[in-house]
């Protein structure tokens, strides 16, 4: 069964960095869209960073453009998002999808497009 894991969230001071990790299994696909996403309490899912894996282009919330870079590692298999300049607006449980078989990454990054999602990971910056 195909299985998406995060770890690395955590509690962070305003103007820290962390680096959130997404370990992907279970599928043979090998170029696909990922990302990750977040939901802060009482606000809807909304998407952080999408990219096609083995290359392509990567797509950025506005939020988040110059502080968070999205890489990956291991043909795919393994994201990771690394969060600077923290922000408490970011405090939030953050969620790793992917689109197996689906289309390309584009700049909607709509969380009801993504159909394998992770547990999340909590992240929390406080000022």
């Known amino acids: 069964a195909v299985e998406l894991v995060e770890f690395g969230g955590g509690s962070v001071q305003a103007g820290g960095s962390l680096r959130l990790t997404c370990k992907g299994s279970?599928?043979?696909?090998?170029?696909?869209?990922m990302g990750w996403f977040r939901q802060a309490p009482g606000k809807e899912r909304e998407g952080v960073a999408t990219?096609?894996?083995?290359?392509?282009?990567?797509y950025y919330a506005d939020s988040v453009k110059g502080r968070f870079t999205l890489s990956e590692a291991d043909e795919g298999r393994t994201l990771y998002l690394e969060m600077n300049t923290l922000k408490v607006e970011d405090t939030a449980m953050y969620y790793c999808?992917?689109?197996?078989?689906?289309?390309?990454?584009?700049?909607?990054?709509?969380?009801?497009?993504?159909?394998?999602w992770g547990q999340g990971t909590q992240v929390t910056v406080s000022s």
């Open positions: 990219k096609m894996t083995r290359g392509g282009n990567t």
């Open positions: 279970g599928y043979t696909w090998s170029r696909y869209c």
């Open positions: 999808a992917s689109r197996l078989g689906g289309w390309d990454c584009d700049e909607r990054m709509s969380p009801r497009d993504f159909y394998e």
